[in-house]
């Protein structure tokens, strides 16, 4: 795999995303071979992640994912950038959502008990559901705080409109003249997307 020398491409996440799914054993390129991932496998992982945060936030998550590179064969995308590159309170989004992503779909095939028998001996064993409810709404929450942050941050200024100077230009600039472009001096103060 070519080093990474764009911020904007997503291969910068997988450190940390790996170490998410994996432990803080799991690091970057190094320890790919002793993982279950490939490095191309968790890239994909975050991209989806970046996708589905763009949805989750119906696009106020203020990024875009660009596809790279396709794959020969079936023309999927197989390289991905984020435009602008993430901040660190944005990429924590992402981890959060890559390991809800990755964890949901590992737990579709867990099964939560089980019971082994052969001739003379039976195992059984069960894990606690509620231990992985649990994992799982704590991985949303941390999730969603995060998303929250960062929404509340970039919040847009708070502004008015002077709508006597939009309906009727010629009384605003009577009553009140401060508040027309030609008035005393003054300026009108609109904000926003109005």
């Known amino acids: 795999m ?28 190094a320890n790919a071979a002793a993982s279950d991932l490939t490095d191309d496998q968790v890239n994909a992982i975050i991209a989806d992640s970046v996708a589905n945060v763009i949805l989750y936030t119906g696009g106020l998550f203020g990024h875009q994912l660009q596809v790279e590179a396709r794959d020969d064969v079936y023309q999927s995308p197989i390289a ?6 993430l901040t660190e309170d944005e990429a924590s989004v992402i981890v959060a959502q890559a390991a809800l992503d ?12 089980e019971t082994i028998r052969d001739e003379a001996v039976e195992w059984t064993y069960q894990l606690s559901a509620n231990a992985l409810l649990e994992y799982l709404k704590n991985l ?11 929404m509340d941050s970039e919040a847009p200024a708070d502004g008015w409109v002077n709508f006597l100077a939009v309906r009727d230009g010629t009384t605003t600039a009577l009553i009140e003249p401060w508040a027309s472009p030609g ?11 109005f």
Do not use: H
């Not at 990474?4 to 390129?29: A, K, Q």
């Open 2 to 29: 070519t080093p990474v020398t764009d911020l904007r491409d997503s291969r910068v996440l997988i450190p940390r995303v790996r170490r998410t799914l994996e432990g803080p054993l799991g690091t970057g390129s």
């Open 80 to 85: 991905w950038l984020v435009d602008p590159a």
């Open 102 to 113: 990755y964890f949901f779909n590992d737990l579709k095939a867990l099964k939560v008990g």
């Open 140 to 150: 949303r929450k941390l999730r969603d705080d995060a998303i929250e942050r960062i």
């Open 183 to 193: 008035g005393a001096g003054g300026q009108e103060f609109v904000t926003g997307g």
